[in-house]
Nanobody, 115 residues
Framework: QVQLVESGGGLVQAGGSLRLSCAASGSISGSSVMGWYRQAPGKQRELVALMTGVDVTNYADSVKGRFTISRANNKKTIYLQMNSLKSEDTAVYFC?????????WGQGTQVTVSS
């Protein structure tokens, strides 16, 4: 069983920055895919960024050039550095891990960007 704990959300003004963290406990394979999704009120959950086991990254077009996903050396903690935040980035951000044939979600952390 894998548990994910997110932190780092909050309220920030437009143009500001936040850094989200997601710490995983339990068995994580070296080939796991870890990523961030977000869900704004009234909208579907969408991919923000993900990183594969060989550190290949993928970003939503809306965040390219502003957000950066990274992973700790132990491959059990991932980060999302969010710069130049916009009001449309306001959402609950969820950490996601796909490992050993299963998928796990964190509880979510709120990011609110004020204009």
């Amino acid at each position: 069983q894998v548990q994910l704990v997110e932190s780092g959300g909050g309220l920030v003004q437009a143009g500001g920055s936040l850094r989200l963290s997601c710490a995983a406990s339990g068995s994580i394979s070296g080939s796991s895919v870890m990523g961030w999704y977000r869900q704004a009120p009234g909208k579907q959950r969408e991919l923000v960024a993900l990183m594969t086991g060989v550190d290949v990254t993928n970003y939503a077009d809306s965040v390219k050039g502003r957000f950066t996903i990274s992973r700790a050396n132990n491959k059990k903690t991932i980060y999302l550095q969010m710069n130049s935040l916009k009001s449309e980035d306001t959402a609950v951000y969820f950490c996601n891990v796909q490992t050993w044939g299963s998928e796990y979600w964190g509880q979510g952390t709120q990011v609110t960007v004020s204009s």
